[in-house]
């Protein structure tokens, strides 16, 4: 839900103290474009005191920067698929001050907040402009054992780590973290596509950033069984070399190593945003109480998950360790999601990085991770899945059977999920080419 803002004046606190007396200058504009929101990052040349508010008729939101210039052109910004119809730029307190204003064809939600300077940018100046989506359809509602449409499919959330602003680590020429675990991401998707009773989902399918919190959230919200991210390692010794797979630790991390990785892909937070820093750490207690409770089960899941995968990469990988790695990383602290994190090699390492951006290695990663998943997942299916059906005998190849609509069914999603074409689903149900499907029909499953 979005609530609508009539001027509301939206303080950056914090990261102040160094801003120059000699004033910034806004050198440069980038725009990354997310499904839920665009982000919109101004380089600095120092810091610089902002504020950001909305004005209507029409729609648009005006950034003023104190003691800045703008010697960059906003014409040349890309705002194809961005909410932004017109960004224009003016000084004010004569000359000494710069306002940018954001002409918008959606209504939207704006943040902003700076960054301080890290290995690739300087000072920067964030706004991102979070659109208007629509809630999620809720959890489907749990259905006997002997109904069809409790044959579910295992819904696995694969996360690319990093992304947009945050690169990841940096290997040799350039080649970039956020670029390689997306291919090894998509790759994986396929292979779960293609696998009968799976359901692939990606938290990101782009290159824009999303929050370590939020990377679980999704998660969450997909209804997923399973949670892998997928990063590449990077370490300022070039000799450090081989992939490793992690479980969330009980107390943080288990090695030296481990609390160093742990630091480095947690410290990505802090470019995820300043506003909901608060929300987040009730978060935190009430994840820890959460954690505790349901923790013990999605564990022993994760491990024995984790195991599979390890154990498939050690065939054509160098490993870091022998076995199973334990850290603290926040993206693997859902309390009831079995969740693990592969590091597919070290990208700083020449003849890794090499590996890590070719295709035919991206795929065959992807096929160690796949083929973990699925011996986990057809050993232990989860009750009220496809693949707990097929466990306990379904023959479901011959006999024809029924499935009742649920709430977000389309007919195409139900063909595609039994295996069967549109085509012959139609026939089947006498639907002619509109599909009014609704919530509670029963339809006629024919045999694939
Ligand atoms: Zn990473």
């Known amino acids: 839900m979005i609530q609508r803002l009539s001027l509301v004046v939206l303080l950056l606190s914090g990261g102040l103290s160094a801003v120059s007396a000699l004033g910034a200058e806004v050198h440069n504009v980038r725009v990354w474009i997310a499904p839920d929101h665009a982000r919109l990052v101004f380089d600095l040349s120092a810091a610089a005191q902002h504020k950001l508010f909305t004005l209507k008729k029409p729609d648009r939101i005006v950034l003023d920067l104190a003691n800045t210039k703008l010697v960059s052109d906003?014409?040349?910004?890309?705002?194809?698929?961005?909410?932004?119809?017109?960004?224009?730029?003016?000084?004010?307190n004569g000359g000494k001050d710069l306002r940018i204003v954001l002409e918008l064809k959606e209504h939207v939600k704006p943040k902003s907040f700076a960054l301080k300077p890290n290995d690739q940018y300087g000072d920067r100046l964030v706004v991102d402009l979070y659109r208007d989506m629509a809630e999620a359809p809720p959890k489907t509602a749990?259905?006997?054992?002997?109904?069809?449409?409790?044959?579910?499919?295992?819904?696995?959330?694969?996360?690319?780590?990093?992304?947009?602003?945050?690169?990841?680590?940096?290997?040799?020429?350039?080649?970039?973290?956020?670029?390689?675990?997306?291919?090894?991401?998509?790759?994986?998707?396929?292979?779960?596509?293609?696998?009968?009773?799976?359901?692939?989902?990606l938290t990101r399918d782009g290159d824009y950033y999303i929050s370590l919190r939020s990377r679980t959230q999704r998660a969450r919200k997909m209804n997923a069984d399973m949670f892998v991210s997928i990063h590449a390692d990077g370490f300022r010794d070039h000799r450090a070399r081989g992939a490793s797979v992690w479980v969330l630790?009980?107390?943080?991390?288990?090695?030296?190593?481990?609390?160093?990785?742990?630091?480095?892909?947690?410290?990505?937070?802090?470019?995820?945003?300043?506003?909901?820093?608060?929300?987040?750490?009730?978060?935190?207690?009430?994840?820890?109480?959460?954690?505790?409770?349901?923790?013990?089960?999605?564990?022993?899941?994760?491990?024995?998950?984790?195991?599979?995968?390890?154990?498939?990469?050690?065939?054509?990988?160098?490993?870091?360790?022998?076995?199973?790695?334990?850290?603290?990383?926040?993206?693997?602290?859902s309390p009831d999601i079995p969740s693990i994190l592969v590091e597919t090699g070290f990208i700083?390492?020449?003849?890794?990085?090499?590996?890590?951006k070719s295709k035919a290695y991206q795929r065959k990663m992807a096929q160690a991770i796949f083929s973990g998943i699925k011996a986990h997942f057809t050993a232990k299916p989860p009750a009220q899945t496809w693949l707990a059906w097929q466990k306990e005998g379904g023959t479901q190849k011959t006999t024809p059977?029924?499935?009742?609509?649920?709430?977000?069914d389309t007919l195409s999603v139900i063909a595609s999920r039994n295996g069967v074409s549109l085509a012959a689903l139609r026939k089947a149900n006498g639907l002619r080419s509109a599909d009014h499907i609704m919530i509670g029909q029963v339809l006629k499953i024919p045999a694939s």
């Not at 961005?82 to 000084?91: D, K, N, W, Y």
């Not at 630790?249 to 030296?256: D, H, I, L, M, N």
């Not at 059977?401 to 977000?408: A, D, L």
């Open 401 to 408: 059977f029924s499935y009742k609509v649920v709430r977000g």
């Open 249 to 333: 630790s009980p107390r943080g991390a288990s090695s030296e190593m481990g609390r160093w990785l742990a630091q480095k892909e947690n410290s990505a937070d802090l470019i995820g945003g300043v506003g909901s820093v608060s929300l987040e750490d009730k978060d935190d207690v009430l994840a820890k109480v959460l954690l505790d409770m349901s923790m013990t089960a999605s564990r022993s899941d994760s491990r024995d998950i984790a195991n599979s995968i390890h154990r498939n990469m050690s065939k054509f990988a160098k490993m870091h360790k022998k076995q199973v790695e334990q850290a603290g990383f926040v993206v693997l602290k």
């Open 142 to 201: 749990v259905a006997s054992v002997n109904d069809p449409s409790a044959r579910r499919d295992i819904i696995i959330a694969v996360d690319a780590g990093h992304g947009g602003e945050d690169p990841g680590a940096i290997g040799p020429g350039r080649v970039k973290e956020k670029t390689v675990v997306l291919g090894i991401a998509r790759e994986l998707k396929a292979l779960l596509a293609k696998e009968r009773g799976f359901q692939p989902k």
């Open 348 to 356: 700083t390492n020449h003849d890794e990085a090499a590996k890590l």
């Open 74 to 92: 906003l014409q040349g910004v890309d705002l194809a698929s961005s909410p932004i119809a017109l960004m224009r730029s003016g000084s004010r």
